[in-house]
């Protein structure tokens, strides 16, 4: 069956703008997670979503990242006023339940310039 | 959260075994071992986990220190598709956090 899908596979964008990151989920995961990759470093957790709620938002780096989940399935990471810092790859998962198994998506590549 | 140390890179000739080992000496009594491997411009993928007992399945075969305080990720024959950054992962039963670390990069010479 499908995977986890992401769009745009990557995106260039200028410091200070806005952009929105889409995770499409496997169907009938009811967890959503999403992870930040920065080059050679592994991923590392941002935010879980169980169902609609984000039921933990600890990995956010600060309040320019936000992460909506409105019908239970497709996610959307928005991040105001980038900034080149923010550059990386921008990784989704999806598991059938909270505590199984993560499959990731392949990713976008976010560049801030 | 256990820390967890494994080597930067590794090599391996094609249709090889290669062993790749974690050592996880912090790690708590209920923490799983979990394995993900991610190949060139994908995202990481589940390869296996487990508890105390080596395990078994399609992909590799993981064996655990009787102290668990060290694993090892078996591929049986290695393939230029296994050239990946393997991480180990020990994480609670119950968790969804993963800590990846830095991972072992495998390179399989053909």
């Known amino acids: 069956g499908a995977g986890v899908s992401q769009t745009p596979s990557n995106k260039v964008t200028e410091k200070g703008k806005y952009v929105e990151l889409r995770c499409d989920p496997i169907s009938g995961h009811t967890a959503l997670y999403w992870y930040r990759q920065s080059l050679g470093q592994g991923p590392e957790f941002l935010i879980y979503f169980q169902g609609t709620g984000a039921a933990d938002d600890s990995g956010l780096p600060n309040d320019r990242f936000f992460a909506v989940r409105p019908e239970g399935s497709v996610s959307t990471l928005k991040i105001q006023r980038t900034e080149r810092g923010d550059s990386a790859m921008y990784l989704c998962?999806?598991?059938?339940?909270?505590?199984?198994?993560?499959?990731f998506g392949p990713g976008t590549r976010l560049t801030v310039l | 959260d256990a820390k967890t140390t494994q080597p930067n890179s590794m090599e391996s000739n094609e249709e090889e075994p290669v062993h790749l080992p974690c050592n996880h000496s912090t790690i708590s009594g209920t923490d799983y071992i979990h394995w993900y491997r991610q190949l060139p411009s994908q995202g990481p993928e589940y390869v296996i986990h487990?508890?105390?007992s080596n395990v078994n399945n399609r992909m590799a075969s993981l064996a655990i220190a009787e102290d668990r305080k060290s694993s090892t990720l078996i591929l049986h024959r290695a393939t230029l598709r296994d050239a990946a950054v393997y991480y180990c992962i020990p994480a609670p039963s119950g968790t969804y956090k993963y800590i990846f670390g830095t991972g072992t990069r495998l390179k399989v010479l053909a």
């Open positions: 998962a999806s598991s059938l339940a909270a505590l199984d198994t993560q499959y």
């Open positions: 487990g508890l105390t």
